[in-house]
């Protein structure tokens, strides 16, 4: 959890490096995140638009870790 905090942290932070454990520990949290946010706004019927505003909300937050992580192994982002 010390790397998904780390990564919120620098949510729009383009400079620098993402470790591989930070970048990995983003996307998978992301992927179990997402479908539960679906299934359960399946479910409540109220809360249709949490999936997708989860996704508006760490969109930035993808496009920066993956810069970072693209800078650690020696590619411009």
């Known amino acids: 959890m010390e790397w998904y905090s780390t ?3 620098q949510y729009a932070v383009f400079a ?3 470790r591989r ?3 990995w520990l ?3 949290i992301s992927a179990l ?13 109220d809360i249709r638009a ?5 996704n508006l909300a760490v969109v930035l937050l993808g496009l920066a870790v993956t810069v970072r992580r693209l800078h650690e192994t020696n590619r411009s982002g």
């Open 21 to 23: 454990n930070e970048y």
């Open 50 to 54: 949490l999936p997708l505003l989860y």
């Open 33 to 45: 995140v997402v479908p539960g946010l679906v299934n359960g706004s399946l479910m409540g019927g």
């Open 7 to 9: 990564a919120l942290r």
């Open 16 to 18: 620098g490096r993402a």
């Open 26 to 28: 983003f996307v998978l």
